[in-house]
């Protein structure tokens, strides 16, 4: 057993935010969001004092949040590197359940009896992190990047850093938060590129125009919102909840904190559903009570709805795009790329008022929670050198396999494996005593052999003579680390081999690729349809091979009446078995199959030799136990 | 320098002193550069095996997470319809008639058959009037002041906290006692 000692040790990747903080790290080159303590992936920055004297960060400060506001604190964001007579400090003093004092030039906290400035507020924030992170990985973190808003000043950005300092951590770069975001997409590599990062999470709105350059990615412009975002949705969604409500039943739920705070859970859960649904049902029974009885809170909230309800909102986020589209001198057709980060980017209305603004899809294939943490990982992997010669594999761009009994392709390699690959298949002739079998390679994702492209076909000869699906012929497929295919089909029985090399299986256009991938979806049902005929045939036609053999060897073991059971069902199968029905060939096989088991059971009872014995479980087994019979062909006089 | 440039540097190199001395000296940087990249080659190689052997480790523990968490999130659903058959245990109105108390009955039959299932996925309710509130275990859904009962008491569990194992799957709602 071998010990590995990590020489480097890990740089932790911090999205420190306004309401959530999440943080990632590099493993084996890809960055890796790490779950809290509590099994989440992201921590609430909240930090609370209880009466007992007890720190509590993260999840507990929130959930006592309600009892105790002067001593929970939230939002500490806001104020951090801020001086007191700053416009965000103004208004925070006055809306804040919890005390703001002036400290020098800048502010403190009151927690509990104590002042606390926003850097150790924060630094507690990192020091959970930092905890959590080295329970998980069974390793000390020294290191961390931390994330900013670019619109940070330096003030800012400097006290952010003293926050990491505090919190035990050597803060090795601040970098900024829609850079993060690029680099979790790689696209710091495109060089020239201007890119548009639309970041609406729960509290804050962030624009932000990028330029991308040989050696930096510089911020050209930021705009936004700071009071925008998912809980201005929610709370749309809230109040339309307790309008519909008191028009149903005339009670005002907002009045019930109890049923209000349910409410709320229902409004959060309806939204993210209509994400991926086009209607849901918000069902909350026994939410309160008149002297008529009890009443329930039952209503159904179309996507088209919610739309509805928070079109205004969608729609006044494109402000801050277009000015900060503006300062940064471009129009709209010069951004590249966009890239989508925070919660909310995941509605549709969100995503669709963006593509329309822009004429192009935007980027939301990482995890829009998770973005910024996981850039800030990148770039912590960029430090340890761990992503500097990250060696790019190939995937194959499509699926790869033979053509099977029925005009089927069988699939060896799937599309999207990560190559060098290799893979191989047992197969079977088709027919009694076939010395000869071609493989026929494909490449493609249709079902039918025939829609697929034709890489190369090769006949294996020389297997020796035997029963149909009897002999064993391995069929290996290796794609090499260049993208070349090399077929090997060997007949397991005489040792004989023959195999094909087919260069460039994954150089395909990226038009093509796309293509036979639309064709495949277009073709899916027509495609599935005949699988399953090709499947139902092969099992029908296997049931009358194996039943017709037991029922010649079974000889005089049968009673005639036995016999002429069996051979009514093998011509009851062979006259539904190249039709459509799918249906009466399976109940066909099925009765074939009842009435051979119960033959082949007489036989086992009566004789113990052994090739009854065979033949009987060949038929009482199911076909697709069976190997898979290959699409041969009988070569004449080979 | 990387090893690109290294490389083009040699092939630049290479054709323009193609005499014997400064030949050979051209030949050993190259041979250098090839060793470079064995070295590279063999470290990489290495990293990469090391990497699979740590990715199957860390798959099979992702496999416990995932059960886990999939139990979890079937909970999470379950927990949902049994705060409502508490609500409506709350709600039960007096006075019943002898055929709708059994009707009840069954029907509460129904929530003690769910809180089984609940068990048998190991999961085990918590949370009971008199408990000193903990940030931890609970959360606190609303607030009051009594002054015959001890501060931060748990005056009121409006639904149940359940966990898996010591993992909290949903903390229990309460309201407390906050005396000022």
């Known amino acids: 057993m071998t010990h590995r000692i990590d020489i480097m040790p890990k740089i932790l990747g911090i999205d420190l935010g306004t309401t959530n903080s999440c943080m990632a790290i590099i493993q084996g080159g890809q960055p890796k969001v790490l779950e809290n303590k509590e099994g989440a992936r992201t921590t609430p920055s909240m930090i609370a004092v209880n009466k007992a004297g007890e720190r509590l960060v993260g999840l507990p400060a929130k959930r006592q949040a309600v009892t105790n506001p002067a001593n929970t604190l939230f939002s500490i964001k806001r104020l951090i590197g801020r001086r007191w007579n700053d416009a965000e400090v103004v208004r925070d003093r006055q809306v804040m359940p919890y005390q703001i004092v002036q400290k020098g030039d800048g502010v403190a906290i009151k927690m509990g009896e104590k ?69 979790a997409y790689g696209f710091d590599k495109k060089v020239g590129q201007q890119i548009m990062v639309y970041d609406l999470g729960g509290g804050t709105f962030d624009v932000s125009v990028l330029d991308v350059s040989e050696d930096t990615v510089e911020v050209k412009s930021t705009n936004g919102d700071t009071h925008l975002g998912g809980d201005d949705f929610d709370r749309v969604v809230i109040d339309w909840i307790l309008k519909e409500f008191k028009a149903q039943e005339g009670i005002d739920l907002g009045k019930d904190s109890l049923a209000l705070q349910r409410v709320k859970d229902a409004a959060e859960r309806a939204k993210i559903e209509l994400s991926t649904a086009q209607q849901t ?69 969100v995503l669709k008022t963006v593509e329309d603004f822009f004429g192009k899809k935007p980027n939301v294939s990482v995890n829009p929670d998770e973005v910024v943490a996981l850039g800030a990982a990148v770039q912590a992997g960029v430090l340890q050198g761990e992503v500097k010669d990250v060696l790019l594999l190939d995937v194959t761009p499509l699926s790869v396999g033979i053509e099977t009994l029925g005009g089927v392709m069988t699939r060896l390699i799937e599309r999207n494996t990560t190559i060098p690959a290799s893979k191989s298949q047992i197969f079977s002739t088709a027919a009694d005593s076939q010395t000869t079998v071609e493989i026929h390679v494909l490449q493609g994702e249709r079902e039918v052999a025939g829609g697929n492209k034709t890489l190369g076909r090769f006949i294996l000869s020389g297997i020796p003579m035997a029963p149909r699906g009897v002999p064993q012929v391995e069929v290996k497929f290796d794609i090499d680390a260049n993208g070349i295919l090399h077929v090997t089909g060997t007949d397991k029985g005489s040792g004989k081999s023959q195999s094909i090399t087919i260069q460039g299986s994954t150089g395909l256009s990226k038009d093509e690729i796309e293509r036979m991938k639309r064709e495949a979806e277009e073709h899916a049902d027509e495609d599935k349809k005949a699988k399953e005929r090709a499947e139902h045939q092969n099992l029908a036609d296997t049931m009358i091979y194996t039943s017709e053999k037991m029922m010649k060897e079974a000889g005089d073991k049968v009673t005639a009446q036995e016999r002429k059971s069996v051979e009514e069902k093998i011509e009851a199968l062979k006259a539904v078995k190249d039709s459509d029905d799918h249906e009466a060939i399976k109940k066909a096989a099925d009765e074939l199959s009842t009435a051979a088991q119960a033959v082949g059971a007489k036989m086992y009872s009566a004789s113990a030799k052994a090739t009854a014995d065979k033949q009987a479980q060949g038929v009482a087994q199911d076909a697709k136990d069976q190997p898979i019979d290959a699409e041969f062909e009988e070569k004449k006089g080979e | 320098m990387n090893d690109e440039q290294k490389k083009q540097e040699v092939d630049q190199v290479a054709p323009a002193f193609a005499e014997a001395s400064v030949g050979r000296e051209v030949e050993e940087v190259a041979k250098e550069v090839r060793c470079q990249k064995c070295e590279e080659y063999l470290a990489g190689w290495k990293r990469a095996l090391a990497d699979y052997d740590n990715l199957q480790k860390d798959l099979a523990r992702e496999r416990a997470e995932i059960r886990a968490r999939v139990k979890q999130d079937v909970a999470h659903q379950l927990i949902g319809v049994l ?92 309201i407390i006692n906050n005396k000022q």
């Open chain 1, 115 to 183: 002042e606390f400035t926003p850097e150790e507020i924060s630094a507690m924030i990192l020091q959970k992190l930092k905890a959590d992170a080295e329970e998980k990985l069974g390793e000390k973190i020294e290191e961390a990047i931390i994330t900013v808003p670019a619109y940070f000043d330096d003030a800012q950005r400097n006290a952010t850093k003293t926050a990491g300092e505090i919190a035990g951590l050597k803060v090795r770069r601040i970098i900024n938060e829609p850079t993060a975001a690029a680099l």
């Open chain 1, 281 to 349: 049902e918000i069902n909350q029974p026994f939410i309160t009570s008149d002297a008529n009885g009890p009443k329930h809170l039952v209503l159904s909230l179309t996507r088209a709805k919610l739309e509805e309800l928070v079109h205004d909102l969608v729609v006044k986020t494109l402000e801050p795009v277009k000015a900060a589209l503006k300062d940064a001198g471009l129009d709209k057709s010069a951004i590249q790329e966009i890239v989508m980060v925070g919660g909310m980017t995941r509605m549709p209305l």
């Open chain 2, 83 to 174: 705060d409502n058959f508490d609500q409506a245990a709350k709600f039960q109105p007096e006075g019943l008639s002898k055929e709708l108390e059994v009707w009840l009955t069954g029907l509460m039959h129904v929530k003690t058959q769910l809180e089984g299932v609940m068990r048998d996925l190991g999961l085990e309710p918590y949370g009971a009037v008199g408990e000193t509130f903990d940030a931890h275990l609970h959360d606190a859904g609303g607030e009051k002041s009594e002054e015959d009962k001890a501060d931060q008491a748990i005056l009121e569990v409006v639904t149940r906290g359940w966990k898996l194992g010591d993992r909290i799957v949903r903390p229990a709602k309460v």
